[in-house]
T-cell receptor, first 111, second 112 residues
Framework: SQQGEEDPQALSIQEGENATMNCSYKTSINNLQWYRQNSGRGLVHLILIRSNEREKHSGRLRVTLDTSKKSSSLLITASRAADTASYFCATDADNDYKLSFGAGTTVTVRA | KAGVTQTPRYLIKTRGQQVTLSCSPISGHRSVSWYQQTPGQGLQFLFEYFSETQRNKGNFPGRFSGRQFSNSRSEMNVSTLELGDSALYLC???????????FGPGTRLTVT
């Protein structure tokens, strides 16, 4: 079963704009990760945020975590065509390295 | 370092047959996990192996099995294939102490 749910399911933006997607989850977590998947290929790890962290940055990525609301957001700034992909949040609820993924947000960046 | 490799990349099988998929982790990574991705169920955890032992198992029937060899390479086997087993099967490896998983390109299995 899926632990996380992403919102929106799909997002279409112009190159240079920012893209924001949200993830909500059901149980307490140890950490939350975001992954990117290009067109049916393997997933690429983007960023990990631990349950005691509220915000984390990596290049053009900004992730926030609100454990009281059981939600996280991923912001991609100054989007590029190469950012076109599906983005998944993944949680590790039991600290056993078993990831539960959300349904994903499909982002399309228009040139 | 070479990434995670999976073979074969594409596979077509008939209902009732069995299939074996292979995964070679990144050198030095001793943990290998398998995930199934379908449009309906999304990404679901199958199992994880570390040092040739299954550490974790997802909620899949016994037709799905796996193993890991001493060189950390892993195989998963699906017996008595059903149409619903059509999916992208992803393998991921990690350093045991790290949460970050490195995924392979996947094996796309089609069951007809």
């Amino acid at each position: 079963s899926q632990q996380g749910e992403e919102d929106p399911q799909a997002l279409s933006i112009q190159e240079g704009e920012n893209a924001t997607m949200n993830c909500s989850y059901k149980t307490s977590i140890n950490n939350l990760q975001w992954y990117r998947q290009n067109s049916g290929r393997g997933l690429v790890h983007l960023i990990l945020i631990r349950s005691n962290e509220r915000e984390k940055h990596s290049g053009r990525l900004r992730v926030t975590l609100d454990t009281s609301k059981k939600s996280s957001s991923l912001l991609i700034t100054a989007s590029r065509a190469a950012d076109t992909a599906s983005y998944f949040c993944a949680t590790d609820a039991d600290n056993d390295y078993k990831l539960s993924f959300g349904a994903g947000t499909t982002v399309t960046v228009r040139a | 370092k070479a990434g995670v490799t999976q073979t074969p990349r594409y596979l077509i099988k008939t209902r009732g047959q069995q299939v074996t998929l292979s995964c070679s982790p990144i050198s030095g990574h001793r943990s290998v996990s398998w995930y199934q991705q379908t449009p309906g169920q999304g990404l679901q955890f199958l199992f994880e192996y570390f040092s040739e032992t299954q550490r974790n198992k997802g909620n899949f029937p016994g037709r799905f099995s796996g193993r890991q060899f001493s060189n950390s390479r892993s195989e998963m086997n699906v017996s008595t294939l059903e149409l619903g087993d059509s999916a992208l099967y992803l393998c991921a490896s990690r350093v045991f102490s790290s949460y970050e998983q490195y995924f392979g390109p996947g094996t796309r299995l089609t069951v007809t």
